[in-house]
């Protein structure tokens, strides 16, 4: 399985980006893509997942309320609508896919996913 991120880009802070995740490779039945981010100097933060099966989605703290996941199945594609974004949100931001099916808050441990896409990164200016 491969993944590509895109979208990323320099926004204002209040601002919108929609990254995208396309899959190729395999069908995503019975898989979890999620997405994390890194900012500079910092540890790698779960952001959210969305499990393909049934449109579950599961976010971080700090970004619930402002951060929404989609998916489409035909295009094998996940996406990720960042509004109101803050400065604090400048990272580089990956998609993954877990081959597993569970409970929302196993796949906050970025160890339980299996595939990791290059990296898109955001940079939200003050």
């Known amino acids: 399985v491969q993944l590509q991120a895109s979208g990323g880009g320099v926004v204002q802070a209040g601002g919108s980006l929609r990254l995208s995740c396309a899959a190729s490779g395999r069908t995503l039945n019975n898989y979890a893509m999620g997405w994390f981010r890194q900012a500079p100097g910092k540890e790698r933060e779960f952001v959210g997942v969305i499990r393909w099966n049934d449109g579950a989605t599961y976010y971080g703290d700090s970004v619930k309320g402002r951060f929404t996941l989609s998916k489409d199945n035909a295009k094998n594609t996940g996406y990720l609508q960042m509004d109101r974004l803050e400065p604090e949100d400048t990272a580089v931001y990956y998609c993954?896919?877990?081959?597993?099916?569970?409970?929302?808050?196993?796949?906050?441990?970025?160890?339980?996913?299996?595939?990791w896409g290059q990296g898109t990164l955001v940079t939200v200016s003050s």
């Open positions: 993954t896919l877990s081959r597993r099916y569970s409970g929302m808050y196993y796949y906050t441990d970025q160890s339980r996913h299996d595939y």
